[in-house]
């Protein structure tokens, strides 16, 4: 399927230490694998001109103090803590100045950020959503893309994930609900 590169940014949700490298406390190795083909389809879109956009899970330590119904560190345990090693992104990602990395605080690229504003000034319709884990940040984030009217296109070779059928899941969903889907030697960029 073509993508007009003026009008494609390609999101890269979430590759961090935390989630991609085997020292990382909620490492997944279907997360450490889609590496190379999430810097495979960053390379073909950037050689095509379109954007780039990465995504950090970063959470203050006191993040959840206090809350009365959800605290991620009691669902996840501790993990992506600001400031540490295992929120930064991936070394074997090639991140330049020209991309855009939104800092976020929940599983949503678009909650409380700068991302939608970013899209809309550079004139960007569609995501080609790529990254970890697939059936959180990379779902909801998703989800929220379409709710805005952009149009989010789930890489599906190109997503980490903790159990293949939670991949499944995700994929599955996304297509039914508010997206579509797509493997990696389907994107092209016309």
């Not at 080609?128 to 805005?148: D, E, K, M, P, Q």
Request: proline share 5%; net charge negative; hydrophobic share 40%.
């Amino acid at each position: 399927m073509g993508y007009d590169p003026s009008e494609t940014a390609v999101v890269v949700v979430d590759m961090q230490n935390g989630f991609c490298h085997p020292d990382g406390n909620l490492f997944a190795p279907p997360s450490e694998s889609a590496i190379g083909p999430v810097t495979d389809l960053v390379d073909r879109a950037r050689a095509a001109g379109a954007r780039v956009v990465y995504t950090r899970d970063v959470h203050p330590p006191e993040q959840f103090d206090g809350n009365h119904y959800y605290d991620e560190f009691d669902r996840w345990g501790e993990h992506v803590v600001e400031g540490t090693w295992g929120a930064e992104l991936h070394d074997d990602l090639d991140v330049r100045e020209s991309d855009l990395v939104v800092e976020k605080h929940t599983y949503d690229a678009f909650h409380e950020t700068q991302l939608a504003g970013w899209l809309d000034a550079h004139g960007v319709n569609d995501l080609l959503i790529c990254g970890t884990l697939a059936n959180v940040c990379v779902l909801h984030t998703a989800g929220s893309a379409g709710l805005r009217d952009y149009r989010p296109v789930l890489v599906t070779d190109a997503l980490g994930y903790i159990e293949p059928d939670h991949k499944a899941y995700a994929v599955d969903h996304a297509d039914w609900l508010f997206g579509e889907t797509t493997a990696l030697a389907d994107v092209a960029f016309d």
